[in-house]
Nanobody, 124 residues
Framework: QVQLVESGGGLVQAGGSLRLSCAASGRSFSSYVMGWFRQAPGKEREFVAAISASGGIDYYSDSVKGRFTISRDNAKNTVYLRMNSLKPEDTAVYYC?????????????????WGQGTQVTVSS
């Protein structure tokens, strides 16, 4: 079992930056692929980024590539999402998720554990 708690969301102007954190409790954090997903009002949940268990491989959606960076600190059981050059269309609830495995993937169905989410609002 893994419990996930996100933090770091908030209100930011377009062009600004935020860093989200996701703290994991439970065993064997370093055995899990970690992902970030988001859901905007009236839209389906979508993939944002994911990182392999070791942190050596990352993967991004086209909409955030070059602006967002996912990283992890296995000693602190924490995964991060650094978001730069934010746009109003990035406004959503951001969720972190975990799945057993090595390679990062974008299918939410493959993730076993989810946090409660943190709101990110980007004003124009």
């Amino acid at each position: 079992q893994v419990q996930l708690v996100e933090s770091g969301g908030g209100l930011v102007q377009a062009g600004g930056s935020l860093r989200l954190s996701c703290a994991a409790s439970g065993r064997s954090f370093s055995s899990y692929v970690m992902g970030w997903f988001r859901q905007a009002p009236g839209k389906e949940r979508e993939f944002v980024a994911a990182i392999s268990a070791s942190g050596g491989i990352d993967y991004y959606s086209d909409s955030v590539k070059g602006r967002f960076t996912i990283s992890r600190d296995n000693a602190k059981n924490t995964v991060y999402l650094r978001m730069n050059s934010l746009k109003p269309e990035d406004t959503a609830v951001y969720y972190c998720a975990a799945k057993v495995g090595y390679y990062p993937t974008e299918s939410s169905n493959e993730y076993d554990y989810w946090g409660q989410g943190t709101q990110v609002t980007v004003s124009s």
